[in-house]
């Protein structure tokens, strides 16, 4: 597993504890609008901590120099 970042612990934290909040809710028989916001946020908070970084992105369509016509 890769190192992560202190922001990115900090995202994937976040998202731990709203998954929990919404298994909570939904064990609690909370109604289904008030567990899955906190559910559905927590999980994409968790995705988007494994994201890669901007400076390992590439771009295939970045010129990597100008063309001579």
Do not use: D, H
């Not at 992560?4 to 731990?16: D, N, R």
């Not at 929990?20 to 899955?36: A, D, H």
């Not at 994201?51 to 990597?64: I, M, T, W, Y």
């Amino acid at each position: 597993m890769k190192k992560l970042k202190t922001s990115q612990k900090v995202v994937l934290a976040m998202g731990i504890i709203g998954v929990s909040i919404g298994i909570f809710g939904k064990y609690k028989t909370w109604e289904y609008m008030e567990y899955f916001p906190f559910f559905y946020s927590g999980i994409t908070m968790m995705w988007v901590a494994f994201l890669p970084q901007k400076k390992s992105c590439s771009n295939p369509f970045k010129r990597k120099a100008e063309q001579k016509s």
